[in-house]
């Protein structure tokens, strides 16, 4: 054979000793011009391997596509790359914007918010998740991060579901804070405050009372758990005039305490058959009632005999009536005043007026004292029989009363 062909780029290689010139000379040159122009494509040389390729330079695609890639392997670098580049830094994906701005792509294992979305991302190691159907927020990797925002509305995971809204108070002198008990609780406990906003789980127990009913002096302790009290009292009811030509009157009712001069609660008065006075000092905050006034005697018209007045009513109830001989006692109410005695039917004979009954008291100590001193005071006595009369009735004796409340 005087030459022979190529298989990759068809050369015409000339057989020594057998391809006379000028042929041969022709053969040789054709051969060297297509190799001036070989490309390494199909039919114009081997195809270049990775391995024939020592790439230690940035290289240009010149501004071309670069297509059917089946994945890119990025090298993990200690700093942020050039504007324009899309890198990865650490174990995360990045982009660094025209602008220089460094947008950080992946975080904790998924896609992160982008700049602009949530502030502090892109930098940070905060993230804002979706998943299972609920958004997790986190200021670091599996930190919880502070959602700091307005109102809150709660709805029920379904569609078309009202809202229910929670609001911050509209003025607020400073920041407040609210925590939370660390368990669930038991049944019928309260959630209690301390008054700087942490809560503790507190067992409901029904108020207890005390109520003083013997007269004379007595002591109130307060009962274990006790968180304030409700303290009512009232003053013994005074005692009614006794009737006749001459209308004697009878003993003045005596005041009711709590803590000596804490609540007083006065006592009616015999002489005029006006109701007793109350007063309350502090740290106990309340309302003091003054007691009714015992009604007026009758007068003796055409030969009747003239009933006495009935006794002053107190906060408990109607005084004692008056009498149509002796008066009536204002003992089955606790405070009030005794009724007047009658008169008979000799000529001028009046009919006793009642006595003034006792004063109320009410008042709640929020903060109370491990004792106080208690007072109950005796129902004035009934004045004694005019000529042609009969006797006034005793008022009846007062009572203090302690409500015990457990928070």
Not at 6 to 30: H, K, R, W
Not at 67 to 84: E, K
Not at 117 to 123: K, N, Q
Request: proline fraction near 4%.
């Amino acid at each position: 054979m005087a030459n022979t062909i190529t298989p990759n780029m068809s050369l015409v290689v000339p057989t020594v000793g057998s391809e006379a010139g000028p042929t041969y000379a022709n053969d040789i040159n054709a051969s060297l011009t297509t190799i001036d122009q070989h490309s390494h494509v199909t039919g114009s040389g081997v195809p270049i391997t990775p391995a024939a390729l020592n790439i230690n330079s940035a290289l240009s695609m010149n501004n071309q596509l670069l297509t059917n890639v089946q994945a890119v392997t990025l090298y993990a670098q200690g700093s942020d790359a050039s504007a324009g580049s899309l890198y990865e830094k650490g174990v995360d994906l990045y982009y660094r914007d025209g602008n220089g701005n460094v947008v950080r792509i992946t975080q904790s294992g998924s896609v992160t918010g982008s700049s602009g979305t949530i502030t502090g991302l892109p930098s940070g190691t905060a993230s804002a998740s979706y998943g299972a159907g609920k958004f997790t927020f986190q200021s670091a990797t599996s930190t919880s991060a502070t959602i700091d925002g307005g109102s809150i509305i709660l709805r029920n995971n379904v569609a078309n579901s009202k809202g229910l809204t929670l609001n911050p108070p509209n003025a607020m002198a400073a920041d407040m804070s609210f925590s939370f008990p660390p368990d669930s609780g038991t049944n019928d406990y309260v959630l209690k405050t301390d008054g700087a906003g942490a809560t503790s789980w507190r067992k409901w127990a029904a108020p207890t009372m005390q109520v003083f009913t013997a007269t004379g002096s007595s002591t109130y302790t307060l009962p274990s758990g006790v968180k304030y009290i409700r303290v009512r009292c009232v003053g013994s009811g005074a005692g009614g005039h006794g009737g006749g030509l001459t209308t004697p009157n009878g003993s003045d009712g005596n005041a009711s305490t709590f803590g000596s001069t804490l609540l007083v609660a006065g006592g009616g008065s015999s002489v005029t058959s006006q109701g007793g006075t109350g007063s309350i000092s502090a740290p106990a905050q309340g309302f003091a009632i003054s007691g009714g006034m015992g009604g007026a005697g009758g007068y003796n018209v055409s030969g009747t005999a003239p009933t006495g007045g009935q006794g002053g009513g107190s906060y408990f109830g109607s005084g004692g009536q008056g009498g149509s001989n002796s008066g009536g006692a204002g003992a089955t109410t606790r405070g009030a005043g005794g009724g007047g005695g009658s008169g008979t039917t000799a000529a001028n004979t009046l009919g006793g007026a009642g006595g003034g009954s006792g004063a109320y008291c009410e008042a709640i100590i929020g903060s109370p004292s491990a004792s106080y001193a208690v007072f109950v005071g005796t129902g004035g006595a009934g004045g004694s029989a005019g000529v042609s009369g009969y006797t006034g009735a005793n008022g009846s004796d007062g009572i203090v009363i302690v409500d015990e409340y457990y928070f």
